[in-house]
């Protein structure tokens, strides 16, 4: 669930945004919210949004994990919820985890001589308990 909602779907931007339900029409950053109409009702996660230029290098990647599905995902399950209990007091027990990638990510405009050293990696993992 992401505000009152529980979406079935997401998508990932290259510039660093994850918007639920449907598409984020937007490329460019703004100040939340935006004026236009019709992101009034689009939920997002914007982990590092900024003009980003994925053209010519870079990439952009996700993995989704539910809890049973294998060693790999139960492993990352327990060290989340251990982590939370532990450094936040929280008595979480996740089941459906996303984690996007956003690598070696240049500004836009990239490439043609502009901004040719700077790159930005980061990383968004969102995890849900289902309720």
Known sequence: ???QYQHFSFFVGA?????????FPHNNPAVFPTLQTETFYTYVAAPF??????????EVYYEVHVAGDNPISDD????VNDFLVREAGVDFVGNGMLVVHWDNIPPFPHGFGFFIQERNTFQAVLI????
Do not use: K, Q, V
């Open 1 to 3: 669930p992401m505000g």
């Open 49 to 58: 949004w900024g003009d980003a230029d994925t053209r010519l290098e870079g």
């Open 15 to 23: 510039n660093g945004i994850i918007s639920f339900g449907r598409e």
């Open 128 to 131: 849900t308990d289902g309720a």
């Open 76 to 79: 990352l399950f327990d060290r």
